[in-house]
């Protein structure tokens, strides 16, 4: 049952790992994919070179996954207020292009 869920685990990761690189070199022009391509592996690469020393620091597993958590709750609310300040109401041009 072990090796069903890690097998599992690994081809969820891999999913999210592409389906992540595909968007953010979609946010670039052509030209530029390339640094954005290697940014995004490289940064993948280093979140998990860095997540060990996070486990070594929060023994508990609850502790770990709110430290592992907190980037993306906090990215996702600068997203929600960036969008909200510009969807004003003569901003509606710029809140189109995001």
């Not at 999210?16 to 690189?21: A, E, H, L, P």
């Not at 508990?60 to 993306?72: C, F, M, Y």
Request: positive net charge; contains cysteine.
């Amino acid at each position: 049952m072990w090796y069903v869920v890690h097998v599992t685990l690994l081809v969820v990761c891999q999913g999210i790992n592409i389906t992540g690189f595909v968007m953010a070199t979609e946010l670039f022009p052509p030209k530029e994919r390339t640094i954005a391509a290697v940014s995004h592996e490289f940064l993948w690469a280093l979140g998990g070179a860095i997540l060990p020393g996070w486990a070594y620091l929060f023994r508990q597993w609850r502790h770990l996954q709110i430290v592992v958590s907190l980037p993306t709750i906090l990215g996702f609310i600068l997203i929600w207020s960036a969008s909200r300040y510009v969807i004003r109401p003569r901003r509606s041009r710029s809140a189109a292009a995001i």
